[in-house]
Nanobody, 129 residues
Framework: QLQLVESGGGLVQPGGSLRLSCVAS????????IGWFRQVPGKEREGVSC????????YYAESVKGRFTISRDNHKNTVYLQMNSLKPEDTANYYC??????????????????????WGQGTQVTVSS
């Protein structure tokens, strides 16, 4: 079974930092692009970032560029999202997703939900004073 499990969410003050983790099981992530998405009630899911299978390319939504960093440790079958300078508008449920069908994250294709087959359950991030 192919599964993704997110962790690391929580409550943080504006300007603070969190690091989210996405751990894969049932498959090796080496050949899978991984995307991070977020969603708030009543709104469509928003792509945040994408990283290629070998980590040689990344892509970020304009809203998080310069504040968030995606990385991966394929030996641990884990992808991370380091979130710095957090703002209240970053509050959302964050999901990771995996797809073997594309090999790079050099465009916004990796920020679209339809690009991915496998999804985690989400982890809540709340930014509030």
């Amino acid at each position: 079974q192919l599964q993704l499990v997110e962790s690391g969410g929580g409550l943080v003050q504006p300007g603070g930092s969190l690091r989210l983790s996405c751990v894969a099981s049932g498959f090796t992530v080496d050949y899978y692009a991984i995307g991070w998405f977020r969603q708030v009630p009543g709104k469509e899911r928003e792509g945040v970032s994408c990283i290629s299978g070998n980590g040689d390319s990344t892509y970020y939504a304009e809203s998080v560029k310069g504040r968030f960093t995606i990385s991966r440790d394929n030996h641990k079958n884990t992808v991370y999202l380091q979130m710095n300078s957090l703002k209240p508008e970053d509050t959302a449920n964050y999901y990771c997703a995996a797809e073997r069908g594309f090999t790079n994250c050099q465009s916004d294709y990796g920020l679209h939900s339809h690009a991915y087959e496998y999804w985690g359950q989400g982890t809540q991030v709340t930014v509030s004073s």
